[in-house]
């Protein structure tokens, strides 16, 4: 897949980009691109952008829904909270988020308190993630938040399975990108289906899911869609079910039983 460029629309901003294109490999250019997909930033952030007529990909942590999610978005009664075993939790887990997109899960899970690490490969994405936090970590609503978060821009598999044994997170968390056969769905989301192209889906899951039961200590969380087939291989132990949303649980215990040992 061709690297996806970055342009600086703002001259202000020029260290700060030559810093973004040198961190993620981005090619960086001097005018902006008559067609295709490619980063811009701009004065207040770094947005993917394109010719079409879908809006800009961005990575926001502390207005729009992510503010209204951080307000009122239900505490520890959040699916995805119960999902990752916070609910009734005494000590909150350390959450490896192995596909980590946007972050929106990531930051959820950062403002009930865990301590999250943001795995992600795509440059495109780490990049837009990197520039959320830089903003997050500015503002007094949300700096405290992603404090708890940490960015690692790498392959999550790999990544997770060479983290020493002092390293290994609670719970893992992963929401894979797959081929998205719902046209209704498709259309209904032009922008995501704009960063689904770039980014690409991900087609290893069932490495990353072994992978992921590998590294987590107590639980691997596995997001789908309601009615989506699960991971292919190793079958979830439980599964919650939400109006959209589905969540597969690998409880380590159960697969794993000498983990108790470790």
Same mark, same amino acid.
């Given at each position: 897949?061709?690297?996806?460029?970055?342009?600086?629309?703002?001259?202000?901003? +020029?260290?700060?980009?030559?810093?973004?294109?040198?961190?993620f490999?981005?090619?960086?250019?001097?005018?902006?691109?008559?067609?295709?997909?490619?980063?811009?930033?701009?004065?207040?952030?770094?947005?993917?952008?394109?010719?079409?007529?879908?809006?800009a990909?961005?990575?926001?942590?502390?207005?729009?829904?992510a503010?209204?999610? +951080?307000?009122?978005?239900?505490? +520890?009664?959040?699916?995805?909270?119960?999902?990752?075993?916070?609910?009734g939790?005494?000590?909150?887990?350390?959450?490896?988020?192995?596909?980590?997109?946007?972050g929106?899960?990531?930051?959820?899970?950062?403002?009930?308190?865990?301590?999250?690490t943001?795995?992600?490969?795509?440059?495109?994405?780490?990049?837009?993630?990197?520039?959320?936090?830089?903003?997050?970590?500015?503002?007094?609503?949300?700096?405290?938040?992603?404090?708890?978060?940490?960015?690692?821009?790498?392959?999550?598999?790999?990544?997770?399975?060479?983290?020493?044994?002092?390293?290994?997170?609670?719970?893992?968390?992963?929401?894979?990108?797959?081929?998205?056969?719902?046209?209704?769905?498709?259309?209904?989301?032009?922008?995501?289906q704009?960063?689904?192209?770039?980014?690409?889906?991900?087609?290893?899951?069932?490495?990353?899911?072994?992978a992921?039961?590998?590294?987590?200590?107590?639980?691997?969380?596995?997001?789908?869609?309601?009615?989506?087939?699960?991971?292919?291989?190793?079958?979830?132990?439980?599964?919650?079910?939400?109006?959209?949303?589905?969540?597969?649980?690998?409880?380590?215990?159960?697969?794993?039983?000498?983990?108790?040992?470790?």
């Amino acid at each position: 897949m061709t690297a996806t460029p970055l342009f600086c629309a703002e001259s202000a901003r +020029r260290d700060y980009a030559e810093g973004l294109a040198s961190r993620f490999a981005l090619p960086l250019l001097s005018r902006q691109p008559a067609e295709g997909y490619w980063l811009e930033l701009g004065a207040e952030r770094l947005e993917l952008v394109t010719t079409g007529k879908h809006g800009a990909v961005y990575a926001e942590f502390v207005e729009g829904a992510a503010r209204h999610r +951080r307000e009122q978005g239900g505490g +520890r009664g959040q699916p995805v909270a119960k999902a990752v075993g916070l609910k009734g939790a005494k000590d909150l887990p350390h959450i490896v988020d192995a596909t980590a997109g946007l972050g929106r899960d990531s930051f959820v899970l950062a403002s009930l308190g865990c301590q999250v690490t943001m795995v992600e490969r795509s440059p495109v994405a780490a990049a837009l993630l990197f520039d959320a936090l830089e903003r997050a970590a500015r503002a007094a609503d949300t700096a405290a938040i992603a404090a708890r978060m940490q960015l690692v821009h790498a392959n999550s598999a790999d990544w997770l399975l060479q983290l020493p044994p002092e390293q290994r997170p609670d719970v893992v968390f992963v929401d894979p990108m797959f081929p998205d056969t719902d046209k209704k769905s498709a259309a209904a989301k032009k922008d995501m289906q704009a960063f689904q192209q770039v980014i690409g889906d991900d087609m290893d899951s069932a490495r990353l899911l072994e992978a992921a039961i590998t590294a987590a200590r107590v639980r691997v969380v596995v997001k789908r869609p309601r009615l989506g087939a699960p991971i292919e291989g190793i079958r979830p132990s439980a599964v919650l079910d939400g109006k959209s949303t589905r969540f597969d649980l690998y409880i380590i215990k159960a697969l794993r039983p000498q983990a108790d040992s470790e």
